[in-house]
């Protein structure tokens, strides 16, 4: 069986950056934490990434991975009527869209090379009080 593998951008593929961070990240809520804010991510003018995430701050490091990652976006080709349908869940399919395993083909949407390391304890921001006298 023969899966395809498409490039849309014909200028090159966009590079994504990998966020990895060293223990657990919980919400207020313990809710998911998918698809929801985490916090601002800057640059020093030296170049080291720092990550704020509410009251702390976390300096880390920008490293090459030892493998590249492709982010790939999986669709449903539908040859009989020329059209592409995202796959997530065939539950969701059209009743006239047979349920039967689907031609899928794989779209390349960017390349992950490096990434950002977070791997030291986070800092408590504190303000700094001057003496108003």
């Known amino acids: 069986m023969q899966i395809p593998i498409k490039i ?5 593929l966009e590079e994504w950056v990998m966020l990895e961070l060293q ?4 919400s207020r809520t313990q809710s998911e934490m998918q698809n929801k804010f985490i916090g601002d991510l800057h640059f020093t003018k030296e170049g080291i990434p720092i990550l704020i995430i509410g009251h ?3 300096y880390g490091k920008l490293q ?10 999986k ?9 592409n349908v995202e796959v997530d869940g065939l539950e969701n399919l059209p009743e006239d869209i047979p349920r039967e ?10 390349i992950v090379k490096k990434k950002l390391l977070f791997k030291t304890r ?3 921001i504190i303000a700094s009080m001057q003496n108003t006298k």
């Open 64 to 73: 090459d991975l030892d493998k590249c990652y492709a982010v790939m976006r």
């Open 23 to 26: 223990g657990d990240l919980q």
């Open 75 to 83: 669709t449903r080709v539908d040859n009989k009527k020329n059209m």
């Open 56 to 58: 702390h701050i976390l």
């Open 122 to 124: 986070p800092k408590p």
């Open 101 to 110: 395993k689907p031609c899928v083909e794989y779209t390349i949407r960017a």
């Open 8 to 12: 849309t951008d014909k200028d090159g």
